[in-house]
């Protein structure tokens, strides 16, 4: 048994090559080419050629970036020194977000039926940190497992009723990504089948596998200003362009 486990460790770090810098910046080139085809191309499909096959690698490519979000999260709840600034952080960035966010999808100043990715990120990081709050004070797991079901039932709620985008499909993520912290592979595949109806979010979900537990070169900066800076400049490309 312990042979066996020695051999999947071994197995598993020959796929894990990237730093969490790497799996980010992967992460936001498949985010930015999302945009650009949501916000630029896709309003001029006709049904055919060029920019049809164009839209749907765009569209592919685009899947990869939400899994390893969310991926994150979790791992910066376990690895972050300061967990209230980290939340305060992310709900800063999402106000911040919300006027470029409804300019880039709604074409409008303000719209409340549809709430940016700052804020559903915020709200896994709120539900995995009750979660674990109440794990330190509940020593029965059959227990903490059923009080964690029903904290993630609710977290599903508000992220419905709030209009966030990714809704309950983040929250779940997130806690199967918690719940199966030390075993990525199994955290991944679960992760995945939660949200199959996204079929190629299978390529971010196999890129999480590959993380090396690594932090490397990162500005803060760039990681949180990345978001809210281009879909502000495609927002006012699609006023300009009127799209």
């Known amino acids: 048994m312990e042979v066996r486990k020695r051999f999947e ?47 749907n690698l765009f569209s592919i490519l685009g899947r990869i970036a939400f899994p390893i979000f969310v991926f994150f999260i979790v791992e910066g709840f376990f690895k972050t020194s300061n967990r209230k600034k980290y939340l305060i952080t992310l709900l800063l960035f999402g106000v911040i977000s919300e006027v470029p966010f409804d300019m880039f999808t709604s074409k409008v100043f303000f719209d409340p039926y549809w709430n940016n990715i700052m804020f559903t990120l915020a709200l896994c990081l709120i539900t995995i940190w009750i979660i674990d709050a109440v794990k330190d004070k509940i020593s029965n797991k059959v227990l903490w497992y059923g009080i964690s079901i029903v904290i993630v039932g609710i977290s599903c709620a508000v992220a419905m009723a709030l209009s966030l985008d990714y809704d309950y499909h983040a929250i779940i993520v997130a806690y199967i990504f918690y719940i199966f912290y030390d075993k990525p592979i199994l ?57």
């Open 187 to 243: 955290g991944a595949g679960l992760g995945y089948f939660s949200i199959i109806k996204e079929l190629y979010s299978c390529l971010g979900f196999a890129m999480t596998v590959t993380y090396n537990g690594e932090r490397g070169r990162q500005n803060k900066w760039i990681n949180y200003l990345f978001y809210p800076v281009h879909i502000l400049i495609l927002g006012i490309l699609r006023f300009y362009l009127n799209i």
């Open 9 to 55: 460790n071994d197995k598993l770090k020959k796929l894990q090559i990237f730093n969490g810098a790497q799996l980010k910046y992967i992460a936001f080139i498949s985010m930015l080419i999302d945009h650009v085809n949501n916000a630029l191309i896709t309003p001029f499909l006709n049904g055919k050629g060029f920019l049809l096959h164009l839209s």
